[in-house]
């Protein structure tokens, strides 16, 4: 079975199908005619998953077509929507990365926790799972590249800084962690 995208006039992908092997060769003509539509039609491989074949074979497109990518032609790659607007596209895998590395491996004593993307302070947090003893129901960690050690945030409750240099919150602003960049 072969797969292909349908693109709109933004290249946005808007549907994939999965057509028959034997009509791969014609597979843009094959889907207009099946669904009547004058949309673009573009393959798209299962197996290709950030820039690599899961199965060994050549990587197609970096991605794997989904509804809400893009078609980037000048990379002639399917692109998942931005997760954050600080996140930059890796070219090479058509994958978001963080303007940050995600610290790996986590620190000792974050054992079991989960840490995310926290646009606001543009750093790697650790969520509450399981909360520690001591915190409280609006509270955060975050990840001290300097000390290499995960610290308190006394709130998140933060507004998003007018430049990734600022030092500004909605509450007290020594509850804004350390820009160690600046």
Same mark, same amino acid.
Request: overall charge negative.
């Given at each position: 079975?072969?797969?292909?995208?349908?693109?709109?006039?933004?290249?946005?992908?808007?549907?994939?199908?999965?057509?028959?092997?034997?009509?791969?060769?014609?597979?843009?003509?094959?889907?207009?005619?099946?669904?009547?539509?004058?949309?673009?039609?573009?393959?798209?491989?299962?197996?290709?998953?950030?820039?690599?074949?899961?199965?060994?074979?050549?990587?197609?497109?970096?991605?794997?077509?989904?509804?809400?990518?893009?078609?980037?032609?000048?990379?002639?790659?399917?692109?998942? #929507?931005?997760?954050?607007?600080?996140?930059?596209?890796?070219?090479?895998?058509?994958?978001?990365?963080?303007?940050?590395?995600?610290?790996? #491996?986590?620190?000792?004593?974050?054992?079991?926790?989960?840490?995310?993307?926290?646009?606001?302070?543009?750093m790697w947090v650790v969520i509450d799972d399981p909360k520690p003893e001591d915190a409280g129901p609006n509270e955060a960690f975050w990840f001290n590249e300097q000390e290499c050690r995960w610290e308190k945030i006394s709130t998140i409750n933060v507004t998003i800084p007018e430049h990734p240099g600022a030092n500004?919150?909605?509450?007290?602003?020594?509850?804004?962690? #350390?820009? #160690?960049?600046?």
């Amino acid at each position: 079975m072969a797969h292909f995208a349908e693109i709109d006039s933004s290249n946005k992908v808007i549907n994939v199908i999965v057509i028959p092997d034997e009509h791969q060769d014609d597979g843009e003509q094959y889907c207009q005619n099946l669904l009547n539509s004058t949309n673009r039609w573009l393959q798209t491989s299962f197996n290709t998953v950030d820039g690599f074949h899961i199965k060994g074979g050549t990587p197609f497109r970096k991605q794997y077509a989904a509804i809400g990518y893009t078609y980037e032609e000048t990379l002639d790659a399917f692109v998942p #929507p931005k997760k954050f607007n600080s996140w930059i596209l890796d070219e090479e895998t058509c994958t978001w990365k963080a303007p940050r590395p995600k610290p790996d #491996p986590l620190p000792e004593g974050t054992l079991n926790k989960s840490i995310q993307w926290q646009e606001s302070i543009l750093m790697w947090v650790v969520i509450d799972d399981p909360k520690p003893e001591d915190a409280g129901p609006n509270e955060a960690f975050w990840f001290n590249e300097q000390e290499c050690r995960w610290e308190k945030i006394s709130t998140i409750n933060v507004t998003i800084p007018e430049h990734p240099g600022a030092n500004t919150t909605t509450g007290n602003s020594d509850l804004y962690p #350390p820009n #160690p960049n600046r």
